[in-house]
Each structure stands twice: as structure tokens, then as C-alpha cells.
């Protein structure tokens, strides 16, 4: 069985044990200005006569994104649609193939989402090359999901140096928490999962943040340049991550330059249209 279906029959399988009924979406995104308290995040409540201000049942989410403000979709991929990915730019046959079936497997993942959610299940995009487009992708998924979910995008990089800021003295909020809003967001996104050098710290945090989602089937969807059997991480940080995610290996071809190229060809093609009909 290639990738494709292997991939599609494993979802297939956590589709269909589901036992559970298919949860409403929560309108959770940040954007949304809860309706009970107009964003204030604290509503005026009267009991025995007195009016006094309690939490909104909002407030506890907001407190969260603030906490995660650096997990947010690097500015580049904003705008970035899963409709609009190309795979034309890959050139060679065997990234046109593998591009194709990741996004067969991640049409079908999305279009299954409720159920897969249900179960945890995530995704574990790799490819040893950089600027195969697999963030791209990623941030994709991530614009996708945000219509209905909590979804937090970082770089787990980043996500490092923010554990190491709250060792700081003067740290805005401390560690614990920090760890608990990276554990409890509906749908975390990981970024260049694999970089850092597996430190013990790292792998300890990693290892907290990943157990703590295994536990709640909470998903997590990371980008790597690495396979699972390569990354450098404890076997219990990716025996965790083998059995809750995909493995869709991505193209080994950088296609950072052919679309540049594309858009420059693009936009002559564009401006010479512009003259034909002018
Ligand atoms: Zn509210």
C-alpha cells in the first residue's frame, strides 16, 4: 500500500470507531465579539439587590489568547487559501505525485474534521527540503480550521523562547500557565517541529505540552524537516506524536524560487494583456 492508502484507510478507521456524537463547533475565534458583554469580558450580575461584575464566560478564552498573542499565522501566510496552493510549481515527477496525494490526504482529513477531532488525530507534514511548501500548506489548513475552531499557529522555535521568557523575573505570566494554554487550544499548529537540539529542558516541555494534548485528543498538526524516525526527540515525545498524527511526507523540492518565478511570469503576462486590450 502506498502512502495515499494507507493514510486514507487509517482515517477512515478512526472515522468509523467514533462512538461519541459530533460536538457543535464552538464559535471560538478571537475576532468574534461575544455577544453577552460586547467584549468586555465582564458582565454586571444582580444578586440580593447589589450589581457586582463577574466574569464572562468569555474571559476565560480571551485570557488565553492573550497569553498565546505570539501564536498567530506569520504575516506571509495571512492570506493563504488551501484552494489556492499550487501544486503546479513542483517540476518534478515524483513531487508532483507525493504534493497530490498530501492534499488528497488533507482534503479528506479536513472534510472528516468533527470525527477526526473527536479522536485527537492531527497531522505530521514532513520533508527533509526547506521551502517544499510545507508552512505554506500548514498556514493553509490553519485559515481553513479557523472558521470553526480555536486554532493556535507557532514556531516551535518560538514556542521555546516563550517557555525561557517566563523563567525571567519580571515575566508577565509564569510558566505553568503558559504550558496550559499550549495544552488546552482546540487545534495547535507547530511550526518547523525539530529544529531546536533535543536539550533535556526540551524534551521535558515538549513532551508536557504533547502528553497533555494526547490526553485531552486535543490536535496538534506540526511541520518538520525531519521524519519521525529521525527527529532527534525522546521516544516518548514521538511515540506520542506516531500514534495521534498523518505522516504525509511532503516533496523534496524547494519551490520558494519557481513561484517567484511564476508570479514575475504572471504579472508580465498580466501587464501584456493589459496592453493587447488597451
Ligand atoms: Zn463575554
Redesign the pocket.
Known amino acids: 500500500m502506498d502512502q495515499l492508502e494507507e493514510i486514507l484507510e487509517r482515517m477512515r478507521n478512526h472515522s468509523t470507531n467514533s462512538c461519541r456524537n459530533a460536538e457543535t463547533p464552538e464559535s471560538s475565534r478571537d475576532s468574534d ?11 454586571l450580575v444582580k444578586k440580593d439587590g447589589i450589581e457586582r461584575a463577574v466574569p ?4 476565560e478564552r ?1 485570557v488565553m489568547s492573550r497569553r498565546l498573542r505570539f501564536a498567530d499565522i506569520p504575516e506571509a501566510f495571512r492570506g493563504m487559501d488551501l484552494k489556492t496552493f499550487r501544486m503546479d510549481v513542483y517540476r518534478n515527477p515524483d513531487s508532483k505525485k507525493k504534493v497530490s496525494d498530501a492534499c488528497k490526504i488533507i482534503k479528506t482529513y479536513l472534510d472528516d474534521f468533527e470525527k477526526q477531532k473527536e479522536q485527537g488525530m492531527g497531522l505530521f507534514i514532513w520533508s527533509r527540503t526547506k521551502g517544499s511548501g510545507k508552512t505554506r500548506i500548514a498556514a493553509g489548513i490553519a485559515n481553513e480550521l479557523m472558521k470553526s475552531y480555536a486554532v493556535k499557529f507557532a514556531v516551535s522555535l518560538t514556542i521555546l523562547q516563550e517557555i525561557k521568557n517566563t523563567w525571567r523575573k519580571d515575566a508577565e505570566y509564569s510558566e505553568s500557565r503558559l504550558l496550559d494554554a499550549l495544552s488546552t487550544a482546540d487545534v495547535l499548529i507547530i511550526d518547523d517541529f525539530g529544529v531546536e537540539c533535543p536539550a533535556d529542558w526540551i524534551n521535558d516541555k515538549l513532551y508536557q505540552i504533547i502528553n497533555e494534548r494526547y490526553i485531552n485528543r486535543k490536535v496538534t498538526i506540526f511541520t518538520s524537516n525531519e521524519s519521525l524516525e529521525t527527529l532527534q526527540y525522546d521516544d516518548r515525545v514521538t511515540n506520542r506524536i506516531k500514534e495521534r498524527t498523518y505522516q504525509i511526507a511532503f516533496p523534496e523540492e524547494s519551490v520558494r524560487d519557481h513561484i517567484a518565478e511564476r508570479h514575475k511570469e504572471e504579472m508580465i503576462e498580466k501587464v501584456m494583456k493589459g496592453r493587447n486590450n488597451g
Not at 33 to 43: A, H, T, Y
Request: glycine share 6%; aromatic share 6%; charged share 25%.
Open positions: 465579539v461575544c455577544p453577552l458583554c460586547n467584549g468586555d469580558e465582564w458582565i464572562c464566560k468569555c474571559r480571551a
